[in-house]
């Protein structure tokens, strides 16, 4: 098989693919469900003023997406923007298939006026996760949603109905558009701070739930911002802890609750105060200047509109949010997607078989800003890196091309690779020696974060692990100058994306790709190409054709 480049992401040819690689990939007997999605740019005016924001069927934010546990949904994106465009699915696994994933590496962009249709099913999954669109700096102008997953209707969970269940997303904005926002980084500078929060795309007092005295509400919490951990607190009330990406978690009560960039929560609200309207309090946490924005928690005979002083918060307290985070912890006898409880995985009884240790780091090359980990700041190939493997394009990239530990050494362009084995159970440590939080998701898996702590990570560190109720989750924050430990059992083949959410970081380098690798060729443990994939490569198959 030859092969040969054509693309920049700007012009994408579509299709050419040898036919026997296909075979059915969705299992028939999962429910389907049938999604029609346009992309256009409208305007929309969240902090007041005209902005070009990306809707998804004229809606800012985008359509929530409701699944049951094995769902198939199929999403055919149409793109109406006037540049190449794809949507990821933060949370959502994918199982054998990271061809859908909808990320630079994985799949092809959906070129201007063309449109893909991601086939995705949510194996085994419950829980609330969100969208967004992957390329360029579109995530900075919207095109995000919620996402949730309910439980199979035999299935327990561990509480009541809620009498209504809302999609809260989060986030820090800009008025800068995408545009500008991107072009601030290609031309090597930062970007500013930004303008304001959003909740549910509005600004101060525009986002109103609406609630019954006496009744309890599920809240769905999606930080799907650029940079800033929020803090999420509600004027007199209690917030129950009840899940965290899939976790069913010990139902704990918080009066806030930290939601670092990229993660998602749900929380159980009791309307249970004199019937009026109360402050929604949403602000940054760890920002020498505190941003904040509120929205209304509104009674349905309310005697009144909010009054008094939002209710603060945090700010710049580290410890506050380390033991919030440590306090967060698995419901070991909840059921998950399965009736059987979450506890029966006994995770801390398994052996490693690696460590991997990551460090960011901010750099200049060539003149410009970059971030890398372990010394790699990353730079996407014309060809994603799985059609590569799938199609074993040579010179794409190379297994090997980043290092299992900080190198020291200065920062440097790469398509950097992990290379890991298929059915081991790792150990990562995020070891964030600079003075700022972050955060970092891992697609097509969800993971245990047993430890976290203040300093450098050692081997002793082990000794302070969480291993009997540890959460697991796909997004987890490093705070400044302190470490983070995950376990992964790396049960889900395919090539994945490890990334900052900090987004211009993520856009500069901050990310690599996990190559989860068997020699298997078995559709018990990888899906082939999907059938309607778009190739932004030109293949010759053996028999010659195109
Ligand atoms: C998407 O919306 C645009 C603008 O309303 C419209 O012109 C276009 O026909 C729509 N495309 C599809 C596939 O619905
Ligand atoms: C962003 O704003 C600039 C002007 O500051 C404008 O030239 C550009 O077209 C805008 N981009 C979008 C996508 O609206
Ligand atoms: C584009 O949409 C059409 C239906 O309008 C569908 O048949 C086709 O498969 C879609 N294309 C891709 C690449 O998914
Ligand atoms: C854990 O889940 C069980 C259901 O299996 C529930 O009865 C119990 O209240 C939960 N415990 C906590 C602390 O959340
Ligand atoms: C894990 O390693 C320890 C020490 O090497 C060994 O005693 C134990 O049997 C191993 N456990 C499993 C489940 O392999």
Not at 1 to 8: D, E, G, P, V
Not at 90 to 98: D, L, T
Not at 225 to 236: A, D, K, V, W
Not at 493 to 501: D, I, K, T
Request: proline letters at 6%; aromatic letters at 12%.
């Amino acid at each position: 098989m030859r092969a040969k480049m054509t693309l920049k992401t700007a012009a994408v040819a579509v299709a050419i693919v040898c036919i026997s690689a296909f075979s059915i990939t969705v299992v028939a007997e999962d429910p389907y469900r049938f999604f029609n999605w346009n992309v256009t740019y409208g305007d929309i005016y969240p902090l007041g003023v005209r902005q070009q924001g990306i809707l998804i069927n004229g809606q800012f934010p985008g359509p929530d997406i409701h699944s049951v546990t094995n769902d198939n949904l199929i999403i055919n994106v149409f793109n109406s923007l006037d540049q190449p465009f794809l949507l990821s699915w933060n949370g959502v696994q994918q199982r054998r298939n990271s061809f859908e994933d909808g990320v630079l590496g994985t799949t092809c962009p959906i070129p201007p006026g063309g449109n893909f249709t991601y086939i995705l099913q949510v194996k085994d999954q419950i829980g609330s996760f969100y969208y967004f669109p992957s390329l360029a700096f579109h995530k900075a102008a919207g095109g995000f949603g919620g996402i949730r997953i309910l439980s199979r209707p035999r299935i327990p969970v561990p509480f009541d109905d809620p009498a209504g269940d809302y999609t809260v997303l989060i986030g820090d904005w800009y008025k800068l558009n995408h545009t500008d926002l991107m072009s601030l980084l290609d031309s090597g500078r930062k970007l500013p701070f930004p303008n304001g929060i959003l909740i549910n795309g509005r600004g101060s007092n525009g986002a109103y739930f609406n609630v019954e005295q006496g009744k309890t509400y599920r809240l769905r919490i999606s930080n799907v911002g650029l940079e800033n951990s929020l803090n999420f607190r509600i004027q007199n009330h209690k917030l129950k802890l009840v899940e965290v990406e899939g976790t069913h978690t010990l139902q704990t009560t918080y009066s806030s609750l930290d939601v670092h960039v990229g993660q998602s929560y749900s929380v159980l609200v009791t309307a249970d105060q004199p019937a009026q309207d109360y402050y929604i309090v949403v602000s940054t946490r760890f920002t020498s200047t505190v941003l904040t924005s509120t929205g209304v928690l509104r009674y349905s005979n309310s005697a009144g509109p909010v009054s008094g002083p939002p209710p603060g918060g945090p700010t710049i307290q580290i410890d506050w949010s380390l033991n919030q985070a440590r306090s967060i912890r698995t419901n070991l006898t909840a059921s998950g997607p399965r009736p059987n409880p979450q506890g029966s995985y006994h995770y801390g009884l398994i052996n490693t078989t690696r460590t991997i240790i990551l460090s960011s780091s901010p750099g200049i090359v060539n003149g410009k800003q970059r971030y890398a980990i372990n010394s790699v700041s990353y730079v996407a190939p014309d060809t994603p890196l799985k059609l590569a493997d799938y199609f074993k394009i040579p010179g794409v990239f190379r297994v090997g091309s980043f290092s299992d530990r900080p190198t020291g050494g200065g920062i440097y362009l790469d398509t950097s690779v992990l290379q890991t084995d298929y059915r081991t159970f790792v150990e990562f440590v995020f070891q964030n020696d600079e003075d700022i939080i972050q955060s970092y998701h891992l697609d097509g898996y969800s993971f245990f974060v047993v430890g976290m702590d203040g300093g450098q990570w050692t081997p002793a560190s082990r000794n302070t692990y969480n291993l009997r109720d540890a959460v697991s989750r796909c997004t987890t924050q490093v705070y400044p100058k302190s470490w983070t430990a995950i376990y992964i059992a790396l049960d889900n083949v395919g090539m994945w994306n490890l990334r900052s959410e900090f987004w211009a970081r993520q856009y500069l380098g901050q990310q690599f790709y996990m190559r989860v690798y068997t020699t298997s060729t078995s559709i018990r443990d990888e899906y082939p190409v999907p059938k309607n994939a778009l190739l932004c490569v030109i293949m010759l198959c053996s028999d010659g054709h195109v």
